[in-house]
C-alpha cells in the first residue's frame, strides 16, 4: 500500500506559477503522475515521470509550461507550474504506478492515488 499527500495548491492570477508537491509513504512503484480534473470533466493526465530514471512524459495542454521532478530521497515528487491559465483550474491528484511507458498518462494505469489538492486560476 502506498499513501501519496499533495500540498501546494492555491489561488493564482493568470500567468502565475504554483509548485505541487506529493509525498509518498514509499517510494517503490516505477511511474509518479499528476492528473487533474476541472469541475464537469473527466480527470486528465497532465505529467508522468519515471522514478528510476529521469524519463517524463507531458500532456500537448501543458508541455513547455510545467515541469515535473523528483527527490527520491525525500519519495516526493514535483509539478513546478508556470504562466498557469483559468483553464489549468482544477483538482490536482497524485498517482503512484507499477509501470513507466508510453501510455502512463492514462489514470488506468496507476494504483495509488492522493486526495488531491485544488488549483484555481483567475483574475
Known amino acids: 500500500q502506498v499513501r501519496l499527500t499533495e500540498s501546494g495548491g492555491g489561488s493564482v492570477q493568470p500567468g502565475g506559477s504554483l509548485t505541487l508537491s506529493c509525498v509518498a509513504s514509499?517510494?517503490?512503484?516505477?511511474?509518479m503522475g499528476w492528473f487533474r480534473q476541472a469541475p464537469g470533466k473527466e480527470r486528465e493526465g497532465v505529467a508522468a515521470?519515471?522514478?528510476?530514471?529521469?524519463?517524463?512524459l507531458y500532456a500537448d495542454s501543458v508541455k513547455g509550461r510545467f515541469t515535473i521532478s523528483q527527490d527520491n530521497a525525500k519519495r516526493t515528487v514535483y509539478l513546478h507550474m508556470n504562466t498557469l491559465k483559468p483553464e489549468d483550474t482544477g483538482t490536482y491528484y497524485c498517482?503512484?504506478?507499477?509501470?513507466?511507458?508510453?501510455?502512463?498518462?492514462?489514470?488506468?494505469?496507476?494504483?495509488?492515488w492522493g486526495q488531491g489538492t485544488q488549483v484555481t486560476v483567475s483574475s
Open positions: 515521470i519515471f522514478t528510476g530514471g529521469t524519463m517524463t
Open positions: 514509499t517510494y517503490t512503484e516505477n511511474a
Open positions: 498517482a503512484a504506478g507499477p509501470r513507466f511507458y508510453s501510455n502512463s498518462l492514462n489514470e488506468d494505469t496507476y494504483n495509488y
